[in-house]
C-alpha cells in the first residue's frame, strides 16, 4: 500500500537519468512547509488542497527537467493535493466532504523528499527514496 503523498508525476520511467536529477534536487533542497488549505472534491473521492511557494518551486524545476518525458496528464496545471478517498461514490464523497468541510481548519505539513514509485500491475512498489536536506 502506497502512503498518504502527494503525486508530482504520474508516469515516469525509472532510470538513471531521472535518479540522478532527483538526487541532484533533493540534495540541494531544505525540507520545507506546505500549506493544506482545503478540501477538493474529485467526483468519486475527497482531497485535501495544497499550496506552497517551495511546492511550486520543486515541481516547476522537475517539470522543466524531465519536459521530454512528461506525460500529456502531467503536462496540465499543477493542483497539489492529496487523496483522502478515492472510487467511492458520488453520494459517499459527498458525505465524507460535507463531514470534513463542517471542521476543517487549515494546517501545515513538512515535505521531507522526495519518493519514485515503480507500479507492477497492480501493487505499487517503492523504487528509491531522495530526502530533503532536514
Known sequence: MVP??????????????????LTAIASTTQAFPIDVTGLRSLGLGVAYSLAGPELHSV????????????HPQDKQKFRPHVVIQNKSTEAQAGELLSALQASFQPFTVQAQGLDLWHYRDGPWELATQFDFIA
Do not use: D, M, Q, W
Open 59 to 70: 515541481h516547476r524545476l522537475l517539470s522543466f527537467s524531465f519536459a521530454a518525458l512528461l
Open 4 to 21: 498518504a503523498h502527494l503525486t508530482l508525476f504520474h508516469v515516469l520511467p525509472i532510470s538513471e537519468e531521472i535518479c540522478s536529477t
